[in-house]
């Protein structure tokens, strides 16, 4: 079988110039405001708290818009991602932007090599990470041995709930995909993107894996974490269910009715011993 990271980084390496060059990374809003921070970390700030003065990786941080953001909240930031495109476009507007943050290029499951181990106070993963890796435990040892005694970790994501919907069902809300983790992955092809753009990807197919409410605490808990904090939302930053949503101020996206129902996100933190 092909190596799953061969192809989901091929789809990356085909997604970056296409995400900054469109408008929904907001790069030259980067460039031009330094006090400008991602919508997503603006979400984040009431439960992320202050980061000023601790020392950050941001795993999977594909253009380092969010990396960034906490740089200019007053941590010191690394970025962390598996396509060289990313790393360098991150590389470029960081530069452009005036902000000191490092960016290493490696596979998510070698950030400890990559980085050294037990060297971190803050590890932060942003949306839309964990469905591109197979296992959720191995990525919580991970997590745990990037972490100095006292660090935390601090994720948002897409809620597996959500992740495990039939989005092109218009009539109802129908289960589509395994909401668990499985051994095999869930084979996607689409020559699109989650953000606006004019031009379409040449490498279409990925493999993607969901996991479960409580296969992600049982394994950040079995990594020797203690949890601090588990949340959901009703909103998400991008319109999961197209047909179905509504975009707030916040620029988040939310059922046009009945917005208790279901979540769309998750915040999760924790602390290591």
Not at 11 to 22: G, I, K, Q
Not at 157 to 174: I, K, M, V, Y
Request: hydrophobic fraction near 40%; glycine fraction near 8%; proline fraction near 5%.
């Amino acid at each position: 079988m092909t190596d799953y990271r061969v192809l989901n980084r091929a789809n990356w390496d085909d997604r970056t110039p296409l995400h900054a060059a469109s408008p929904d990374y907001a790069l030259q809003r980067f460039r031009a405001d330094p006090a400008f921070v991602s919508d997503t970390v603006r979400f984040d700030l009431p439960r992320l708290g202050d980061v000023a003065g601790l020392r950050g990786v941001h795993l999977q941080c594909h253009l380092g818009t969010d990396t960034i953001s906490l740089a200019r909240l007053g941590a010191t930031m690394t970025g962390l991602d598996f396509s060289e495109a990313a790393v360098r476009h991150a590389r470029d507007l960081a530069e452009q932007s005036g902000a000191a943050v490092d960016f290493v290029r490696a596979d998510v499951y070698d950030a400890v090599e990559a980085l050294g181990s037990e060297g971190f106070d803050l590890v932060f993963t942003g949306i839309g990470a964990l469905c591109w890796l197979p296992d959720i435990r191995r990525w919580a040892r991970t997590v745990a041995g990037l972490l100095r005694p006292g660090g935390r970790l601090f994720l948002r994501d897409g809620h597996p709930f959500a992740q495990a919907l039939d989005e092109s069902r218009t009539d109802c809300l129908a289960i589509g995909y395994p909401y668990f983790e499985t051994a095999e992955p869930m084979v996607c092809e689409e020559d699109g993107t989650y953000v606006t753009t004019d031009g379409s990807l040449t490498h279409t197919v990925t493999h993607q894996w969901n996991h479960g409410i409580g296969e992600i605490v049982s394994a950040v808990m079995d990594a020797g974490l203690a949890l601090t904090g588990l949340d959901e939302h009703d909103s998400a930053p991008w319109p999961v269910l197209p047909d179905r949503m509504v975009r707030g101020d916040d620029g988040e996206w939310r059922l046009a009715e009945h917005r208790e129902r279901m979540p769309f996100t998750f915040t999760l933190r924790a602390r290591k011993p």
